[in-house]
């Protein structure tokens, strides 16, 4: 059974960074995309972040060249490192992966980022 969970939320000041770590076990075959949402309070959920397994990464318009996602392979994580943290980023951040395009999305539980201004 695939199960993911995220660690490394919390409370920061405006500017501040935090970094996000997800873990995923259950494993029996290669992940292709693992990535991060968010969802704020009264909002839907929006993708932040994803990488490939190659690699490649895509970041929301409002966190580019302030947030970077890794991931490794071997260990099948992901992290997200958050920088210049601002308050419109306070919310749930969930990971994700999925095994091949098409499949289904498996989510972690979700850990809080909150942002005081």
């Known amino acids: 059974q695939v199960q993911l969970v995220e660690s490394g939320g919390g409370l920061v000041q405006a500017g501040g960074s935090l970094r996000l770590s997800c873990a995923a076990s259950g494993i029996s075959r290669s992940i292709n995309v693992m990535g991060w949402s968010r969802q704020a309070p009264g909002k839907q959920r929006e993708l932040v972040a994803v990488?490939?397994?190659?690699?490649?990464?895509t970041y929301a318009d409002s966190v580019k060249d302030r947030f970077t996602i890794s991931r490794d392979n071997g260990k099948n994580t992901v992290a997200l490192q958050m920088n210049s943290l601002k308050p419109e980023d306070t919310g749930v951040y969930y990971c994700?992966?999925?095994?091949?395009?098409?499949?289904?999305?498996?989510w972690g539980q979700g850990t809080q980022v909150t942002v005081s201004s």
């Open positions: 994700n992966l999925n095994f091949a395009f098409g499949e289904r999305n498996y």
């Open positions: 990488i490939t397994r190659g690699g490649t990464t």
